[in-house]
């Protein structure tokens, strides 16, 4: 063994790994970037999950886009109100109310919807859509196939026995991104994004006219106006032969849903106090069902 060879050897690595570290401290030393301090501070008040619903890549690019001032504080829609606090307090700036929201789905056919045809494909509401237009004839009903569910970054989402996405309210952020994912989200307002009291929803979105949402499906909005008429707050019009609800104005009565003769008019967890997954699709049938305006003062006051 040539003790004079490894000797060189290690000699020369050795100097190979002085000379660079050198060169890194002088490079580190002449391009060194100062920080904003506050970018920390605020990176450590978001939730870390770079769910990416706020538009940005990731969690510390919403940081810096805040503390250089480019964006507000709000900007975290999945850490709602005790994100946005946080953030105030890093930037030393006032506290802001935060609107949160949940999302919802306007439809409530599920396995009971007309099939156009049986679709054998990928379990993909995104790749069922380009074939025909869908395997169901309503033009704006749920495929059921749960995109929406895989690409919830907070679990807050599951498809129950019907095929339906159902929301779990106490999980959800209103992050946005099952609208986003669902291939009739924006375009139909499949699902939607509602204030987080809205106590009820309408599970329908077809644009059809009513003769055909009949035939394809048992669960659809007739536009037979009963809940316009119902309402004691004008909180629920039929626009463009749909029900549809002014959550400005909605004070949770539930009298629409009590007289909804499709039972599309459905009461979401907040409504009824109860989780969403038991109330889902059940209208007022469920147990202790009580509207706060008596539906025979309804009628009475609210003539056609």
């Known amino acids: 063994m040539d003790l004079m060879l490894i000797a060189k050897a290690v000699g020369a690595l050795s100097l190979i790994g002085v000379v660079s570290a050198v060169l890194l401290a002088t490079a580190a030393q002449k391009f060194h970037v100062d920080v904003d301090p506050r970018v920390q501070h605020v990176l450590d008040a978001l939730p870390g999950a770079n769910c990416g619903a706020c538009g940005n890549p990731s969690c510390f690019a919403v940081a810096e886009g805040i503390a250089g001032g480019r964006l507000p504080i709000t900007s975290c829609v999945a ?38 045809y049986d679709y054998g494909g990928v379990r993909s509401c995104a790749a069922v859509a380009k074939l025909a237009g869908g395997s169901i004839m ?90 316009e008429r119902a309402c004691p707050s004008d909180a629920i019009h039929v626009i463009d032969m749909l029900a549809v609800v002014d959550y400005d104005k909605c004070t949770g009565c539930l009298a629409c849903v009590a007289v ?24 007022g049938g469920f147990e202790g069902f009580a509207p706060m305006v008596a539906v025979a003062a309804r009628a009475t006051t609210h003539q056609p």
């Open 79 to 116: 850490g709602g109100q005790g994100v946005a606090d946080s953030i105030a307090a890093a930037m030393g700036q006032d506290a802001c109310v935060v609107a949160t929201v949940v999302s919802c789905r306007h439809c409530g056919g599920g396995t009971t919807a007309v099939r156009a």
């Open 138 to 227: 309503c033009p704006d009903g749920c495929f059921g196939h749960g995109d929406c569910v895989r690409a919830c970054p907070f679990d807050a989402m599951s498809l129950d026995a019907r095929g339906l996405p159902v929301v779990d309210l106490a999980k959800c952020t209103g992050c946005g991104i099952c609208v986003t994912e669902c291939p009739r989200g924006h375009s139909g307002n499949l699902l939607e994004l509602i204030p987080d009291g809205g106590a009820v929803v309408v599970r329908c979105s077809s644009r059809d006219k009513v003769k055909a949402r009949r035939e394809y499906c048992a669960m659809s909005c007739i536009a037979c106006k009963k809940c």
């Open 260 to 283: 909804c003769p499709q039972d599309c008019i459905d009461v979401t967890g907040r409504g009824a106090g109860r989780p969403a997954s038991v109330t889902d699709g059940t209208a």
